[in-house]
């Protein structure tokens, strides 16, 4: 098992980078498609500037994504999606504050982003794999 993993580590790195940022680039693009209902979401949610809030948000989850699919500066830009990832974590899914299933639902997902913030610090600690733009 081991030597198959080793022998296909660079097409299975290039994989769970498709995996791990395809969701962002579906809501991302959801997000840059109806940018008036993003900045509207960004206000119910109380994050700060819900105009900015939601550019960032845009560049993140699709133009990031985007670029860390395509290996493009994996390392730093897996680290600074780990900072955004946590951000949205306290911002969006704030369940020590909600009551019955809306706090199981928040809670789910505060922890799936801590979970996707695991495997964006092995993509940094792995860097891109040789199926990358830019292998860094």
């Known amino acids: 098992m081991n030597a198959m993993i080793e022998r296909n580590k660079d097409a299975l790195i290039l994989v769970a980078r498709v995996l791990l940022m395809v969701l962002f680039v579906l809501f991302g693009w959801a997000k840059l498609t109806n940018f008036g209902g993003t900045v509207g979401y960004m206000g119910s949610l109380g994050a700060p500037m819900p105009a900015v809030s939601a550019a960032i948000a845009v560049a993140m989850e699709f133009f990031v994504a985007i670029a860390l699919i395509l290996g493009v500066f994996t390392r730093p830009l897996a680290l600074v999606f780990v900072l955004y990832t946590f951000?949205?974590?306290?911002?969006?899914?704030?369940?020590?504050?909600?009551?019955?299933?809306?706090?199981?639902?928040?809670?789910?997902?505060?922890?799936?982003?801590?979970?996707?913030?695991?495997?964006?610090?092995?993509?940094?600690?792995?860097?891109?794999?040789?199926?990358?733009?830019?292998?860094?």
Not at 90 to 105: F, K, P, Q, S, V
């Open 87 to 136: 951000g949205t974590a306290l911002i969006g899914h704030h369940y020590w504050t909600l009551d019955g299933a809306e706090r199981m639902m928040n809670m789910i997902n505060f922890y799936k982003n801590i979970s996707i913030m695991g495997g964006l610090l092995l993509l940094a600690v792995t860097g891109p794999g040789k199926f990358a733009i830019h292998r860094s």
